[in-house]
T-cell receptor, first 111, second 112 residues
Framework: GIQVEQSPPDLILQEGANSTLRCNFS?????LQWFHQNPWGQLINLFY???GTKQNGRLSATTVATERYSLLYISSSQTTDSGVYFC?????????????FGKGTKLSVIP | DVKVTQSSRYLVKRTGEKVFLECVQD?????MFWYRQDPGLGLRLIYF???????EKGDIPEGYSVSREKKERFSLILESASTNQTSMYLC???????????FGPGTRLTVT
């Protein structure tokens, strides 16, 4: 099956710092999503980004589908950004439906 | 906003009990999904449904069944709960194939 690798696995930032999270995937995809899992376990949608660049406030994401990677940028980090960030992809195959998740990047933002 | 709700946030059951986890979405989405999340293993798909009364197995369907009698509701059933089914269970829905999936708050199930 498709492999989804996220890096780094853990990241500790001082409040106000910027960071880049990476997601590499091993096959062609038609769907890529970034999620933030908060301390209570809720997965919150950040971006639906199978290709191109999107921005939402302090967060932005870029997916280069031809090179099989996606990046999530967090600028001016805040303690509320702490949690686990997941990348999930869906294969380019009719009716596959299935999202495959990476193992996540655990972000800790300290005051 | 899409809203996906799950019947319980925390649940404690005994080995051998029949367990029902329910999920409801309010956006008329075609597809619904059940995942479990375990430390070190990430999120894994148990079952999904692309229409009422239709279901497909995911990566780890053993020990589980599902039911979708109405479009908005998708139930996960543990016929005879076992301790290795202690986990976080997450429900999701999406409008159609290749659309965003939206997740519920999760149910932490402990089987003793």
């Amino acid at each position: 099956g498709i492999q989804v690798e996220q890096s780094p696995p853990d990241l500790i930032l001082q409040e106000g710092a910027n960071s880049t999270l990476r997601c590499n995937f091993s096959d062609s995809v038609n769907n890529l999503q970034w999620f933030h899992q908060n301390p209570w376990g809720q997965l919150i949608n950040l971006f639906y980004i199978p290709s191109g660049t999107k921005q939402n406030g302090r967060l932005s994401a870029t997916t280069v589908a031809t090179e099989r990677y996606s990046l999530l940028y967090i600028s001016s980090s805040q303690t509320t950004d702490s949690g686990v960030y997941f990348c999930a992809v869906e294969l380019t195959r009719a009716g596959s439906y299935q999202l495959t998740f990476g193992k996540g990047t655990k972000l800790s933002v300290i005051p | 906003d899409v809203k996906v709700t799950q019947s319980s946030r925390y649940l404690v059951k005994r080995t051998g009990e029949k367990v029902f986890l329910e999920c409801v979405q309010d956006m008329d989405h075609e597809n619904m999904f059940w995942y479990r999340q375990d430390p070190g293993l990430g999120l894994r798909l148990i079952y999904f449904s692309y229409d009422v009364k239709m279901k497909e197995k995911g990566d780890i369907p053993e020990g589980y069944s599902v039911s979708r009698e109405k479009k908005e509701r998708f139930s996960l059933i543990l016929e005879s709960a076992s301790t290795n089914q202690t986990s976080m269970y997450l429900c999701a829905s999406s409008e159609d194939y290749l659309y965003e999936q939206y997740f519920g708050p999760g149910t932490r199930l402990t089987v003793t």
